[in-house]
């Protein structure tokens, strides 16, 4: 459901165009220092309108504290954060609710609530939600200070050059997809759990959870599929793991060796694209012309990459909790 | 851990050169037929020693039911699979144990269980555990009765000319991967659940708990980042929700859209190439060279899709029943 | 941690002296019609100042929903709601800190978060967070039109005649304790999972999680233990399983088997006696005298029926849910 | 369903008349020194046959471990015990086939599982599954060697005599109920988990789980319901947290604090009373005379007590890594 994890444990609610987003966040360890501050650079990077092919749509993003905090610090009870949506034009989706637009939930939403769902900017299956999220990996990372995290975007519409593939999106005057990649430095050896709870089935998990992923590849990924095993197994150095290659991406037999964990997803083109589109009119039952208005973003991919990190985190910081590399109480 | 699933849920156990493997199935419905040939035509597609490229190691492995079984029906009671291992020549093993293998689980498990963990033949990270999982599936695909789930081995070292792609590898005298495609139609439409257990997270989960596997994409997955939305979208054709293209492989939203479900996973090369290798000696604590010994598959790909098949279906079976298409009592 | 059940799943969060307490609802059927007056009810009857023996602390205890209605109805993704805690002295708690408070968490909170925890009025460890759990209460309720759960306090001090039990309290300026009854009509047979989840194992729980409970027992309870089985056993009258006595409190194997569900609690005396105390004086490691400032209940059983009722409301629609007594999504 | 705990996970299986019972063991540290014998003397006080007032059905009982163990240590992979069904007389229970028994779950099983159920000797629903109980409350016993758990039966028919309570019964040719106490001393303190995971929640989960359990209370229990409380609270002498009484039994706000643990269960009559019973005969529709057949236990709590220490030292074991005071590996 709309939980994750089994001792770090997130919890999600909210709507697009509702009162408010956010998240419960148990496991926290007491003592952990925390202030909004320590959310804001991330929550920062989240937003759209700051680059080219976001989305202008604006929020506050302010995290606001509402249990679990005291004195600045964790207290071992779940921490509830909130954001308001403040800056919302519900309008200009009621106009085009007789379109389910294509790529999104609209249909799917309608057939498995009845009807009932909040469709307004696509309700609980906006890309809103994840500023909860973000808010838990920031919490999350600060709870591994020698674990780093970092995503980055590698490639859009194919192309190396994100510049190059941006700038074909927008000359095309269409939506875009992308990859984005993240590596962890730092992570101990031993995480993950046989048979079912390996690194990479939590992991991807998580990130499948982020909306617009539809792949996600560990090491060389796909590309293993091609190789020999010669070329493929990574040579182990020294009594401490190290290995001379990495095409495993830092995982062996699921579990996490102490090299660089790395991986990659693969991430749509907005379904929101700025083009003319032909599909079904839930009104007349025929598919016709429409286009899409709102404010979405060109390329979704320019804004995965702290969502990413933040999935990674929660995951990683339950994996490390559970293997017991996190104390329960922060001296 | 070892378990998956929230309502039809799977705990798996055994070792590869223990004396036996398996699987206790929960929340099987009561009345549902179920005898030994049930299960023995997806018992045989997993074996290998069939074909070129699989292992010459022959199990018998017969599916021994020890609980839940009535009158050749589920009672509805823990259903519990056991396969005895009576074909282990863990002899092999020991020898080698001074080079912890390439690829393999060696160095992991060593150091997540202090030395303690059964290490012939991978011991619990054997692909010999996937056995019970199979006739998990075989159950779960007989619970869905109008649900058809097929894969195959579509790519081997690149090529898709799979019997090219072999004889590379074997004149190469050298392991190879592979890339399986999963498609299943007849699923409903309105399975999965916001926000973490999106269809694609829950087979993803499952999906990289088959050893070997690193990498899971839906629908068209890493090419679709490379598209433009206007090609990505699957229009609408009725109020069925059947799509034009199927682009998102089935699934919108993290929810199953009626449209045939369609998936592929990447396969490393076999770790244990017959080629030498050059790895740390755990004894002398340099790297050393060294040849696998013991009976591999040259390439696992083409064991793994009636594993994927069950992981799948055992998936899909959580997912109908949370979303009650399932009856609990078997009419 | 603060989550409960397995399809109705509930997330509780707060501090009896922080900004607010509340509750995540994952799991209601979408379509279900849901507004505060549908809860205000119950939370009325939590509220304490409106008879003798309970606190003169007054909140308005109005519910905002913060996610999951729409319409007015159940969307079918998590209902949040939230209390603002307006009406709070914390200062009556400053003052006595250095007291760990008999029979409160005080101690037992301070050792395991390390001194970081909220610990005022309780802090996470307050009755005030039943609020949440009285709104969950009143949604499983109306989830479940047939089924009819009425609790009510039927010892006080050892009293069957409650103002007597009430009185004796009064006038030894003491706290006191009191027994609690539920009953259930109304319920379907076939509740309840083998071998661990049982309805009693569920429902005691869930029922010790509400403060102050030391004891759960069904039917007979602990009147069983003094009975021989020929004066136990329910015979069974019809082929509806009607039984000509309720010994087992409508349940049998772990099962409902659709007689009423009975079952009692027994709640302590109230830890914040008006009397004098001698305990640990946490600054000077001696035991000293203190009293209890603040405002507290005389006899916290008074407000626990509709807690129970809520309590007793959340594990049984879990259990509908889970033997599809519920559809998920309502028509 | 048929499993309990979030770290130290156990999943039971198995019928009375079956092939087998057996339980799955998941979390168990690697490196544990464990064999047979470890389990043997728990084992041999489970059995019947050995004291008055209970069955002659004797099993041999032993444990085959089937996964998990390696050079007889724990290798941190589940373990898996079988038991042997070999001294099954199910003639006895077709018989009387056309009676569902009173207090036992053959009407409820029937109802649930729509007639597929296993019906021998009560299947699924025998006493006769808590073998597999006993055998990882004695590995959880084991992981916590300064942690002594004792339980003894305290009451029978009401009698702290307990030679009495039983020739009560025998004279009267009845079965009987009892209570059982279980102690725990060296027990640290800050286990449980707030709001939902208190010790009493999870030990009441796992004590109802035991078949004819039907009440549970800690320390006081219900006479805490009947006292003040300046009598009930329980003073803290020092920085240690011991207190001069024990009310609480060990436990305050769900927590543990370090005191003795202390709970009662109240065990209800053996349902198979000798006595004639006058119940609904399945094939007439009619309620009739008839008795019970088969080999049967006067008073089922004197095999209670070892049953009940395997299901509190599952449940503390299960507390006792979620707060990380077990390692996951041996040393």
Redesign the interface.
């Known amino acids: ?4 994890g ?2 770090f ?1 997130v ?5 697009s165009h ?5 998240i ?1 966040i ?2 926290v360890p ?2 952990l220092p925390l202030t909004a501050d320590d959310l804001l650079p991330d929550l920062e990077r989240r937003k759209g309108g700051k680059q080219k092919g976001t989305t202008p749509r604006q929020e506050a993003d302010y995290p606001f ?4 905090i ?2 600045n ?8 954060i ?1 954001f308001e949506n403040n800056n919302t034009r519900s309008g200009d989706y009621e106009k085009q609710r007789s379109f ?1 637009r ?4 609209d ?3 309608h ?4 009807g ?3 469709f307004r900017g ?4 906006s890309a809103r ?1 994840t500023t909860g999220l973000v808010a838990a990996g920031a919490i999350a990372k600060k709870m591994m200070p020698g674990v780093n995290i970092h995503a980055e975007v590698t ?1 859009i ?2 192309e190396k050059d994100l510049e190059l593939g941006l700038q074909k ?1 927008i000359d ?1 005057k ?6 984005v990649e993240c590596r962890v430095s730092g992570l101990p ?2 995480l993950g ?6 690194v ?3 992991i ?3 990130a ?2 982020i ?1 617009a ?27 401490e ?1 190290k ?1 001379s290659s990495n ?3 830092g995982i ?7 090299n660089e964990l790395v991986f990659r997803i ?8 700025p ?1 003319q ?4 009119n ?1 009104e007349t ?1 025929n ?1 016709e012309d429409f286009s899409i208005k709102g404010r979405h973003d060109l390329c979704v ?1 320019l804004r995965a990459p702290v969502i990413l990190e933040a999935a990674t985190a929660v995951a990683l910081a339950d994996l490390m909790l ?3 590399r996190i ?5």
């Open positions: 459901m709309n939980s994750f089994r001792i444990r919890h999600i609610f909210g709507e509702g009162e408010s987003v956010g419960v148990d496991g007491a003592g504290f509402k249990s679990g005291f004195n610090k964790a207290t071992g009870a779940p921490i509830t909130f389910p294509p790529g999104h939930a249909f799917v939403a057939q498995k609530y009845g009932n769902e909040d696509g309700g609980h299956f939600l490639e519409g194919g999106a095309a269409d939506s875009v997809g992308g990859v050896a031993t759990e046989p048979f079912f709870d390996s990479e089935s939590h991807a998990h998580i499948f959870a909306p992923v539809k792949g996600v590849e560990f090491g060389s990924g796909f590309a293993a599929a091609k190789m020999f095993g010669s070329q493929h197994n990574d040579a182990i150095e020294n009594m793991g290995t095409h495993a991406g062996v037999g699921g579990i996490s060796n102490g693969a991430i749509k083109p907005t379904a929101s694209t083009k589109q032909h599909s079904l839930w039952g598919m991919a559970l293997e017991q104390q329960r109480v922060w001296k």
